[in-house]
């Protein structure tokens, strides 16, 4: 198998239709639940490196009682990459209108 935090950011980038997402949604769960038991450690890590915010994690945890965990990560998870890829999206089309000689 290989290291959970590879399939976890490999999953959240190539996810494209509801089914995907919901199917994503539920390997990410499992690869979470693995790594609360194993190595919470390395989750840390992986939030981290995917921006997620602590404080906002902590506040949704606390709401949901801690149940389903690896769930509400994996949500959080799911929108903070939507979040990345419609922020670059946005500073794409915000680039067109800079002449050719002033573009890096």
Request: proline share 2%.
């Amino acid at each position: 198998m290989q290291e959970p935090s590879n399939d976890i950011i490999q999953l959240v980038s190539h996810a494209l239709t509801v089914k995907e997402v919901e199917d994503l949604r539920q390997r990410l769960a499992e690869e979470i639940d693995i790594l609360i038991a194993n190595d919470f450690l390395r989750l840390v890590r992986i939030l981290y490196r995917l921006d997620i915010s602590e404080k906002k994690l902590k506040k949704v945890l606390e709401e949901t009682g801690g149940k389903n965990a690896a769930a509400t990560i994996a949500d959080m998870i799911i929108e903070r990459q939507l979040q990345k890829i419609r922020s670059r999206e946005a500073f794409k089309k915000g680039n067109d209108d800079i002449p050719d000689e002033e573009k890096w």
